[in-house]
Nanobody
Framework: QVQFVESGGGLVQPGGSLRLSCAAS????????MEWYRQAPGKQREWVAS???????NYADSVKGRFTISRDNAKNTMYLQMNSLKPEDTAVYYC??????????WGQGTQVTVSS
């Protein structure tokens, strides 16, 4: 069974930084594009960033220039370095594959709260 464990979230002040991790198991991590999503209370899940198997990256306009996605295939782990955090970045952050290995599975996510 595919499993993702997101970690690294927390409470930070505006302008601060966090580094999120996504540890994957139950699938061949290296053959999939990986993505970060986030979901704020009362809002739909939003795509944040993606990284292909060979390291090509894409970002939502809302985070471009502030967030950096990366992956370590040897560790089956993906990262999201988040700098210059804003209150609107507050959300639960999730990771997943593209395409979805299991269309109905999402990990527990990790809470990011940006507040003064």
């Amino acid at each position: 069974q595919v499993q993702f464990v997101e970690s690294g979230g927390g409470l930070v002040q505006p302008g601060g930084s966090l580094r999120l991790s996504c540890a994957a198991s139950g699938t061949i991590f290296s053959i999939y594009t990986m993505e970060w999503y986030r979901q704020a209370p009362g809002k739909q899940r939003e795509w944040v960033a993606s990284i292909t198997t060979i390291g090509r990256t894409n970002y939502a306009d809302s985070v471009k220039g502030r967030f950096t996605i990366s992956r370590d295939n040897a560790k089956n782990t993906m990262y999201l370095q988040m700098n210059s955090l804003k209150p609107e970045d507050t959300a639960v952050y999730y990771c997943n594959t593209r395409p979805l290995v299991d269309p109905h599975y999402w990990g527990q996510g990790t809470q990011v709260t940006v507040s003064s």
